[in-house]
């Protein structure tokens, strides 16, 4: 490099940081034998051929994989006089690849308890804590100097001796309640209690505590934060977990560690992740981790799940938004069923990178749900938007600001019970400028702090009051259909009568108010001679759908989204996504007709469009995990240009079929060939 290069080099390092540029993360953990007995090259060389442009290397923390000096910082006992970490380093750094550090501060070995028994978490009962998966290792207090001391000491000789990156922490807030000698004597500090039992604290007690265990990791972050960049200033600290901290403006990446799904967890929970972090990150890149083994209470770490299942959790993270990492514990591959459909994903990544750089979703339609109420409201309102395949992003604990509002033209609140005024009045004036409302159950009844109130905090949005009781179970209760041309009702036409929710909230309406759908309320279920309808015309709404201005309301007193998930009737998810459409009072920017269950989005690139459909149509859709990958047929699509802008060509990026396309005034319209897991419309405009 010439003086001269150097110097522009430089400047330019000093001028843009680095932390958008990676596309593609790749994590090695290292286990405690790997040094020795794992082949660097096989890795480096994987990492070369799926075109990682960053990777994460654990370092220290609870077993050090570099020949620390720092006393008490434990080193693999298989480390020699090796360096398995600054030998990935170096390979990586080769690669042109960024390179963060992970550190695991959360156990230790006997000789640190040995020497500073006061580092260590304690129970309730006064008792140090050994790990509860390895007895012969000792928790960590993360609040005391183990983390503030010890640690920020190792964080400094990684981050000097190697020009990291960044340093990434894996279980660095703590295992639960301490009571340590540091931890009794600081809460004492910060508010004259002591530290709240597990049984019968008080509530201000409980309180307090969250107040100082934040405050604390608050500290924590900025301490090794701070070092590090003392040492570079173009490196971070990623703070894993813990999202008070992740959110903020001042840590660059989002790491959103999801690594599979379990249990009942749906396919498209991952796309549901990415949406929900990048509702809180804003415009800093979400990266979410992916792991290539089974996620299940027994904890099968060093495992290999089906490639079709591994394929599907990582797409749909990245059809929603997400940059894929792929992690592996354990550095001797045991299994090798990963390793080539993670590279096909990869290279296929690479190769259409500048088609996967997205700038902004273009999704007209926002779920909005809180953190206080059920999930699963906000799970059958995703599930029924999904199978509607519409467009839309999440807005995460009802965090509206003026700006991100302006480029939804529905929201969707999914029984968000709690809504402050100023939220309330947002909300109001979203319908004034001409936005839609659909709204669910018991949404705007409290405060932002909880409290009841005594009518709909929305009430005037409704067109309906509170009468201040919510019937909690209802059996066997229905929904006559008023107006069959309603376009709520659009697919229902030849039902002669819908099944009502379990749970209804009582409201006054208007008298004059004509709703499509009536409640029939509940009759006998049993005995079955007397199951017949005993009140067919009841004046008790099922709905409220109403135009304000130039803008529209749907309000549905019941739980519509929380039974669809519980019963999955498909009338429920026909409703809302009506409900939604009608809302919007104008086309979606995507449309997609063709069979099976897909889900869609839509995204903005520097000069392109693009239009994800992820084929989720398995019998493992719900509960997985996906043994094959089960095609379906031609998908018809239409999609909105951006105002006045002319198509220049359009690609199929995964199948490679040249599309027949026509664009008219600003649509275009194109049909997918049979989609295996993953097609994407790009659209160079
Ligand atoms: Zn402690």
Redesign the pocket.
Known sequence: MSALAATAFAQSAEETSWYDRPMRWAQLAFVEDDPGHYDPGFWLDYFRRIHADAVCLSAGGCVAFYPTKIPLHYRSKFLGSGDPFGEMLAGCRKLGMNAIARIDPHAAHQDLYDAHPDWI??EANGKPRRHWAMPELWVT?A??PYNFEFMTSVVREIVSAYKIDGIFANRWSGSGM?Y?Q??RQNFKAFCGMELPSSTGASPEATNRFAAWHKQRLFELYSLWNGEIRKLNPNAAFFPNGFDPIRDRASVPIYFADRQARSGTTPIWQNGKFAKDARSTCGSKPAVGLFSVGLEAPYRWKDSVQNPAEIRSWAVDGIAQGFRPWVIKFNAKPLDRRWFKPVEDLFVWHWKNEKYLRNVLPLAKVALVYGSRETQDHSSGFYQALLEARIPFETIVDARFDADRLQQFQVLALANVVSLSDAQCAQLQAFVERGGGIVATHETSLRDEHGASRRDFGLARLFGASWKGKTIERQQNAYLAIEDHKHPLLAGLEDAGRIIHGAKRVEIAASPSLRAPLMTVPTYPDLPMEEVYVRDAASNIPGVVARALGRGRVVYFPWDIDRTFWEVLNQDHGILLANAVRWAANEEQPLSVTGPGMIDVALWKQESSITAHLVNVSNPMSMRGSFREILPVGQQKVRIKILEGKKVRSVRFLVSGATPKWRQIGDWLETTTPPIDLHEVVAIDI
Do not use: F, P
């Open positions: 978490a304690v207090c609040l005391g301490c340590c540091h931890c």
